[in-house]
């Protein structure tokens, strides 16, 4: 089967357009959402590792206008003297703040004009032509997961800024007790990466095959519960744990718990969308660092997984349980932010792959212990800003999305990264064994 039959399925390319039509409407409706607040809070930087929420909003526009409105449709440039202010490589974050951004109203009036357009384009293109931007709408494809992927950045903002009452929560199913903590991988070859999945980015492809020794792995993510022990029993003060340059970035910064954590005698509590509330046991760790996340495995007596071996744990499958579409049923996966949090370990039984791991899409990004390369055979599409220029021994891999991470814009083929410093994003971590 091909990309694209993989893609139209039964419902050929009228019925693609109208799923994309719809996705359109949802991802932007998600946006909206999260920039539904007064003018100081949408222009303020409210840390220097984030973007205004102002920018991120009128980001998202450019980039469907220089893709899909000037890359497939051909159409001159609407504002082309911004191009320069929405370029993520042009100005880093912390600089941002000082351009000459377009205001709330300018940037919501500016990517409203830009959509419209956009379903023009789709109404239009034929997706079954063979160039590779229109071939089953993968430059539609490429829209909708790049602002869901600013849907999660602005909600780190929103949770940097502590004001309370901007983010919805919502209910979760209950967790439950691992009868084994750890799950057997067998030896063997595996299929890394894919060739089948449509939307896939550059860094997914090609599909390889590896072979890996047997190897033991977490049945669920290291819980709040479980990082305390560790924090309790000086983790934070005891360099045996840590690579000497994550103690130095731990001494140097005061770090002695996840960020976001503060103790008030025996309690621990964390500050979650401007809410104080004490830190719950059973929830997967979030908000730590990748040395963090390897200081914490090593004290274990364990290490963290390579992204190869988290992959083999999905089973060869584009979930988990399976083909079936999350959506938002919230049967097998805590995704597209049902929750401001993660579910308890154990809340997703039906979503455990054929080996019988449990939470690997969801909840929270999971370090690795791999840095961000190419897989053999490489080829850079459609731009080398979005995987080329990062790859190298600077960045960690993270796999598996959050809790706000949207269904569309995440499978087990899916590679994230960042550098091992970072904390605000929705990040923690499980741990691996070698067997062999």
Aim: charged residues 25%; proline residues 9%.
């Amino acid at each position: 089967m091909t990309d694209l039959d993989a893609v139209l399925g039964n419902a050929g390319p009228t019925g693609l357009k109208e799923r994309i039509a719809a996705e359109l409407a949802a991802v932007r409706e998600r946006s909206l959402a999260y920039t539904d607040a007064d003018d100081d809070m949408l222009v303020r930087q409210h840390s220097p590792l984030m973007s205004p929420l102002v920018w991120d909003l009128a980001h998202v526009g450019n980039y469907e206008e220089l893709w899909v409105l000037r890359e497939v449709g051909g159409i001159e440039p609407l504002r082309p003297e911004i191009d320069h202010l929405y370029d993520a490589f042009k100005h880093p974050r912390k600089d941002r703040p000082s351009l000459p951004l377009l205001g709330p109203a300018e940037a919501r009036k500016y990517i409203s004009g830009v959509r419209g357009r956009v379903l023009d384009v789709l109404d239009q293109v034929d997706l079954t032509d063979p160039d590779p931007l229109r071939a089953a709408g993968y430059v539609f494809g490429l829209v909708l997961q790049h602002e869901h992927q600013h849907d999660e950045t602005m909600l780190a903002t929103l949770q940097l800024s502590r004001r309370p009452g901007l983010v919805r929560d919502g209910e979760l199913p209950p967790g439950r007790p691992a009868a084994e903590p750890e799950v057997h991988i067998p030896a063997g070859v595996f299929t890394m990466g894919t060739d089948t999945v449509a939307w896939a980015y550059d860094n997914e492809r090609p599909a390889h095959r590896l072979y890996l020794p047997g190897y033991a792995i977490d049945r669920h993510p290291v819980t709040n519960g479980a990082y305390l022990e560790f924090v309790e029993d000086g983790g934070y003060r005891d360099p045996r744990w840590w690579l000497p340059q994550g103690w130095e970035w731990a001494e140097r910064n005061g770090v002695e718990a996840p960020l976001f954590w503060t103790r008030d005698g025996d309690t621990w509590w964390r500050v979650r969308f401007g809410r104080e509330e004490p830190v719950p046991p059973d929830e997967p760790v979030q908000h730590v660092s990748w040395y963090e996340a390897d200081a914490y495995a090593r004290w274990a007596g364990k290490r963290l997984p390579t992204e190869a071996e988290w992959e083999k744990a999905c089973g060869g499958r584009r979930y988990p349980w399976g083909e079936a579409d999350p959506g938002h049923l919230g049967r097998w996966a805590n995704l597209g932010h049902r929750a401001a949090r993660p579910a308890a370990a154990g809340a997703y039984p039906d979503g455990a792959s054929p080996y019988g791991v449990e939470q690997l899409v969801g909840d929270v990004w999971e370090w690795t212990d791999s840095w961000f390369q190419p897989y053999p055979g490489y080829r850079c599409f459609p731009y080398e800003e979005y995987s080329k220029v990062f790859f190298g021994d600077t960045y960690r891999v993270l796999r598996g999305g959050s809790w706000a991470t949207h269904p569309s814009a995440v499978r087990t083929t899916f590679r994230n990264w960042d550098y091992p410093i970072r904390r605000q994003i929705f990040a923690g971590f499980r741990c691996a064994r070698s067997e062999e």
